[in-house]
């Protein structure tokens, strides 16, 4: 078939350069698509002081090291700037500005339809993401409140948010560093926590936690899990006069069943703990000054912040989805199988250890020798 690519990647961040690397060092075709103007452009517009919360020994994509001088935690500059390096080593030339609305099965190809062009190819792997549309909720009255409400995605650092009063609604990752970011410069800041949270310290001792977990979970006889909950007792400890329960599930459990990792503390604890950080339930509803909480107590706030998400969405641009996605919406498999032969799926398991960045690591070499064998038979067949 005329103009038919063999592989098309979607989206130009972490994930779809691990595959598009991991093509060109088989030496295997692939064209790229992005829809922003840069490399890895979320990397380049999260808030300023990020740090990746996996050490750098296991968050580098396929075939390239960070640079040896890069911390042990890489900070997001740093990380766009390896993105940027890495698209030039391996000559990774994204069509950038190509949005994708649809993409749907044609005979026994795919049909991708974007803001620019139609492709047709052999293979799709769709590398968007489970934090690719901001999730923001509404509450009542919302639209009565005077004051400004973002998404964190909006974010950037303390600046806007001088001398004012900050709520923050969510205490994920995310929520618990802006939290301790608006803290640190004598800020206003409460956050509003609806359920138990878990919660690890990135490093004991100068020690990462991620590769101790890791050593833990080899540990016979749940050791390692009973090992670990003695140490989240002593470091974190009980925090239910702050106002937050925490959760008796065992962190790596909770992961594998719900994808959600657990607040990784960068020194929240300890603000919340000197009282720096308020913590209040969950959010009733508005009013013109602030938030109504669930208990009834009236809460007066300048902003919000929503620290509440992303949703992968992938069911906006595929045809159909009957049986390839979980309970939450995200693609079940990285190979995609029956009537879904030929799409393929990365950046979506945060179901593992050892962080997003680890999993498509091993995910792009799954897909990519999967790639690489079908494309060794159709040679040979030829």
Not at 146 to 167: A, Q, W
Not at 185 to 201: A, K, M
Not at 243 to 268: A, N
Request: hydrophobic letters at 35%.
């Amino acid at each position: 078939m005329e103009n038919l690519i063999q592989n098309l990647i979607i989206g130009a961040g972490p994930a779809g350069l691990s595959i598009a690397g991991r093509l060109r060092k088989k030496n295997i075709s692939f064209e790229i698509l992005e829809q922003t103007d840069k490399i890895a452009w979320s990397w380049h517009n999260h808030y300023d002081r990020l740090l990746l919360h996996t050490v750098k020994e296991l968050s580098h994509l396929p075939h390239l090291e960070f640079p040896k001088d890069y911390p042990r935690y890489v900070p997001k500059a740093k990380l766009a700037e390896y993105y940027k390096n890495y698209a030039k080593h391996f000559n990774i030339k994204p069509h950038f500005g190509t949005s994708v609305k649809q993409i749907k099965k044609k005979d026994n190809y795919w049909e991708v339809l974007t803001n620019a062009k139609s492709f047709i190819a052999e293979n799709v792997i769709v590398a968007t993401g489970v934090n690719r549309v901001p999730y923001i909720p509404t509450w009542e009255n919302q639209d009565r409140y005077k004051g400004d409400i973002i998404h964190s995605r909006k974010y950037k650092n303390t600046l806007p948010f001088m001398g004012k009063r900050v709520l923050i609604i969510g205490m994920g990752n995310t929520g618990a560093e802006l939290a301790l970011d608006l803290s640190e410069q004598d800020i206003d800041v409460t956050v509003s926590v609806r359920s138990p949270l878990l919660i690890v310290p990135r490093d004991i001792n100068g020690r990462p936690v991620q590769t101790t977990a890791k050593k833990l979970e080899k540990l016979p006889f749940g050791l390692g899990r009973w090992i670990g909950k003695q140490v989240r007792k002593v470091v974190i400890g009980d925090l239910s006069k702050y106002g937050i329960t925490i959760s008796k599930d065992d962190p790596i459990d909770h992961l594998k069943q719900t994808g959600k990792t657990p607040v990784i503390d960068l020194g929240t604890v300890r603000q919340i703990k000197s009282r720096k950080i308020k913590v209040v339930s969950d959010i009733d509803c508005f009013f013109e000054n602030g938030v109504v909480l669930k208990d009834r107590t009236l809460l007066e706030t300048d902003a919000v912040i929503l620290a509440t998400g992303y949703k992968a969405k992938v069911e906006e641009f595929l045809e159909y989805t009957d049986g390839l996605l979980d309970q939450y919406s995200i693609p079940n498999t990285p190979i995609g199988e029956g009537e879904y032969e030929g799409l393929y799926f990365i950046g979506f398991d945060n179901y593992k250890l050892g962080g997003i960045l680890g999993t498509i690591y091993n995910d792009s070499k799954t897909i990519v020798d999967h790639i690489s064998k079908l494309h060794t038979m159709k040679k040979t067949v030829k």
